[in-house]
């Protein structure tokens, strides 16, 4: 009789069994819980524990959804902006947001995240693209940046609100050029410096040849300065020269007479390939004949014989 009852029995638990594990539920530290019955919100449990239920989640009873509580993130890539000025750029942006009320997360996307972050993408976006075109490129890259991002976390504010969301933040990871923005940014600063390449090359030019100018005319004043010395000091040797001739004819007449006369010889006869024909009684070879060389006889000094022809 007891082996007949067995089976019940077992069934029986196992019905209250399965009716206790349809009627609790746990909720984490890291989630929240919408308890929905026949579609309607009938609580909400927010706090971490163990809750119960109405079981038969499966005929649309009690059924939980459940909600993150904690910090999310979401990535916008490759917005492509335009701002001040015409030019396009691509921006890398992401959002961190938290559900801050699960009723209205649940009544406006059904608890669907991926429907939240669709819906406040377009909205950053479009924040991002009216940020941007009221700025110049170099605004994002400046102290202004922190400014820019202040009015697109207002602007995504007001869209998170009617969905229960928060954001907590909003940043900007990249601002770059597009493609084509990119290649004639390149061309253009590659103009740019070959124009600043040139002028340099142009100005170091003038400066060069200004430079040789100065150093050509300095070269010129410091030869003719030196010729100048040069003739200066010449024309006082050769009046020293001149006055010690002079002091010196007056002080022996016949011995600088006879000096000259050597001289003569010296300076006539130097080149022996020349033949000269001169008389013996000439004045020429007067210091060669006795008596007209004596001391004492104040004869004009004799000018130097030109050479005569070679003889063939």
Aim: proline fraction near 4%; charged fraction near 25%; glycine fraction near 6%.
């Amino acid at each position: 009789m007891i082996s007949n009852k067995l089976p019940a029995f077992l069934i029986g638990l196992a019905v209250i069994l399965f009716l206790v594990y349809s009627s609790v539920f746990v909720v984490n530290e890291r989630e929240q819980a919408i308890v929905v019955r026949f579609g309607e919100i009938q609580d909400v449990k927010s706090q971490p524990g163990i809750y119960l239920k109405l079981p038969f989640a499966f005929m649309d009873a009690d059924r939980v959804q459940y909600i993150e509580d904690r910090a999310l993130r979401f990535d916008l890539d490759n917005i492509r902006v335009q701002v001040r000025g015409g030019a396009f750029y691509e921006v890398d942006a992401f959002v961190v947001y938290r559900i801050e009320d699960p009723r209205r997360f649940r009544e406006a996307v059904s608890g669907d995240r991926e429907a939240a972050e669709a819906r406040l993408s377009t909205r950053l976006d479009a924040g991002l693209r009216r940020v941007y075109g009221l700025r110049s490129f170099t605004a994002a890259l400046s102290d202004e940046r922190a400014s820019m991002m202040t009015e697109v976390h207002n602007d995504l504010n007001q869209a998170a609100e009617s969905l229960g969301v928060k954001i907590q933040d909003v940043r900007i990871r990249r601002t770059d050029l597009t493609q084509e923005v990119s290649q004639q940014t390149f061309a253009r600063m590659r103009a740019e410096r070959l124009a600043e390449a040139e002028l340099i090359r142009a100005r170091g030019g003038e400066e060069g040849q200004r430079r040789r100018a100065i150093a050509d005319r300095q070269v010129v004043e410091f030869v003719s300065a030196a010729q100048r010395d040069s003739e200066i000091i010449r024309g006082e040797g050769d009046a020293q020269r001149n006055k010690i001739f002079a002091e010196a004819f007056t002080r022996d007449p016949a011995f600088f007479q006879f000096y000259r006369s050597m001289r003569a010889y010296v300076a006539s006869m130097a080149n022996s390939g020349t033949t000269m024909v001169l008389s013996p009684d000439s004045e020429f070879f007067r210091f060669f004949n006795g008596s007209g060389g004596q001391p004492g006889q104040a004869t004009p000094p004799a000018a130097p014989a030109q050479p005569a022809a070679p003889a063939n």
